[in-house]
């Protein structure tokens, strides 16, 4: 039988730890609006016609509503892509509230990339083009083409454009892989103080991406994300005081900061906070509680937490 603190092979560009640290490749219910509807009910007519007689344009979808009103749609959507990401919400999760978002209000994905098509004139619009093309949502996956548009809403200043150019060349996304430029873009977004960015940060100096290994550095970074609520960087934390990574070991206070983000749901703090409890470390030994926090992790898809929720039961 294999100890509950063995390391585990973290995804994609983690290293080794006993515990669970994590990166990113960062819903609420949003209430229906007129505009929305008045939206919908245009690009559906505008559909119906024969592309051939009109082809849409921003100054045609203006005579019907508003282009502020209209950048609120956008920006709604951009906004619930940045909140689940501070939320600590997976991939997966973030993709399909935006899906639910367009679907709740009486649209779909189809009408939504056409009017982005034709309103190319925020930086939030930019963005969230390069969003559905790279996850294909009312159009087929392109890659390349999300990356073009990720790096021109960078040039813009905006925040998850920027977050997402990094990534597209930390992992190689429609470009070929380029960690030193990976590394100044998340400079360049954490510089703005976004949370997600400053953790991003972190990330690489804790893995040594585009920049020299700094675990204190590390460590600072998501101090500061986690003063700012970002709940990876309060999972983070709780594993550079676990580890002793950038700062002395402090069982106590990972335990506390694992506790923290578990409770607000996010999956990789509940295994490691399943695993203090399991074996005793920063706080009393509690194996109901290690069963409650890897079966609370496990529901979430985490498949390690299952492993280790099955092994228990069977020492039961």
Request: negative net charge.
């Amino acid at each position: 039988m294999k100890d509950l603190n063995e390391y585990y092979q973290e995804d994609n560009d983690f290293s080794q730890l006993s515990n669970k640290k994590q990166m990113i490749l960062n819903s609420n219910n949003v209430e229906k609006s007129n505009i929305i509807h008045e939206f919908s009910q245009f690009v559906k007519y505008f559909y119906k016609m024969d592309i051939k007689e009109i082809e849409p344009t921003t100054q045609n979808i203006n005579e019907i509503i508003f282009e502020e009103d209209l950048c609120i749609i956008i920006d709604e959507l951009v906004n619930l892509i940045l909140t689940n990401l501070n939320r600590g919400k997976e991939e997966k999760v973030r993709k399909q509230h935006v899906l639910d978002f367009i679907s709740n209000n009486e649209s779909n994905s189809q009408e939504i990339y056409g009017w982005l098509l034709n309103n190319q004139t925020s930086s939030n619009s930019i963005y969230l083009l390069g969003y559905f093309n790279y996850y294909g949502i009312g159009t087929e996956i392109n890659k390349r083409k999300s990356f073009e548009l990720y790096q021109k809403a960078a040039n813009l200043k905006n925040a998850l454009g920027m977050y997402s150019l990094g990534k597209c060349y930390e992992v190689g996304i429609g470009v070929d892989i380029n960690k030193e430029k990976a590394f100044k873009v998340y400079h360049e977004v954490a510089d703005l103080g976004n949370p997600h960015g400053i953790y991003c940060l972190g990330c690489c100096y804790d893995d040594g991406i585009g920049i020299e290994v700094d675990k204190e550095k590390a460590f600072e970074l998501y101090q500061k994300a986690a003063d700012l609520g970002h709940i990876f960087g309060i999972n983070n934390l709780g594993c550079c005081y676990d580890n002793g990574h950038g700062t002395e070991v402090n069982k106590k206070k990972a335990f506390e900061l694992f506790q923290k983000a578990a409770i607000l749901g996010n999956d990789y703090a509940q295994y490691n906070l399943a695993l203090m409890y399991a074996d005793g470390k920063g706080v009393e030994k509690n194996v109901d509680s290690a069963i409650y926090w890897f079966k609370k992790s496990a529901e979430q898809g985490d498949k390690d937490a299952l492993n280790k929720l099955n092994k228990l039961l069977k020492e039961l």
